[in-house]
């Protein structure tokens, strides 16, 4: 599973807005959209928190998944927005029952995976 949090949404919303603020969570459902498998479910865990569930992917398949979302988030929103700041994701990845045989468990390793990005721009 990943575990996706939006770096510095609060500050986001705070500064530009919370039409911005929508528009950053449109285009971060979009990407996940657009990046998942028909087996893959996603949804919105919290205020700027994401989860996805991808069932038969290994550690290795789902980083790789994770780098992808990461990569085209940041670039749809600079693409959408045009804003002078970067908006990026962290993402943390948990894999059952490697990391952990409760949904608590497996939350709690993404989480902790999780690390705020430092901008690219």
Same mark, same amino acid.
Not at 5 to 22: A, R
Not at 63 to 92: P, Q
């Given at each position: 599973?990943?575990?996706?949090?939006?770096?510095?949404?609060?500050?986001?919303?705070?500064?530009?807005?919370?039409? %911005?603020?929508?528009?950053?969570?449109?285009?971060?459902? #979009?990407?996940?959209?657009?990046?998942?498998? /028909?087996?893959? =479910? *996603?949804?919105?865990?919290?205020?700027?928190?994401?989860?996805?569930?991808?069932?038969?992917?290994?550690?290795?398949?789902?980083? %790789?998944?994770?780098?992808?979302?990461?990569?085209?988030? #940041?670039?749809a929103v600079a693409s959408?927005? /045009?804003?002078? =700041? *970067?908006?990026?994701?962290?993402?943390?990845?948990?894999?059952?029952?490697?990391?952990?045989?409760?949904?608590?468990?497996?939350?709690?390793?993404?989480?902790?995976?999780?690390?705020?990005?430092?901008?690219?721009?």
């Amino acid at each position: 599973m990943l575990l996706l949090d939006l770096d510095d949404f609060k500050s986001l919303n705070d500064t530009l807005g919370h039409l %911005t603020g929508d528009t950053v969570l449109q285009q971060a459902a #979009e990407v996940l959209r657009s990046n998942l498998r /028909r087996q893959d =479910r *996603a949804g919105r865990f919290g205020g700027e928190e994401f989860l996805v569930v991808m069932p038969e992917t290994g550690l290795r398949g789902a980083a %790789t998944s994770a780098e992808r979302i990461r990569r085209d988030f #940041e670039h749809a929103v600079a693409s959408k927005l /045009r804003l002078e =700041r *970067a908006v990026t994701v962290s993402i943390g990845v948990a894999t059952y029952p490697g990391d952990g045989q409760e949904a608590r468990d497996l939350l709690d390793r993404a989480d902790a995976r999780a690390l705020p990005r430092k901008s690219q721009r």
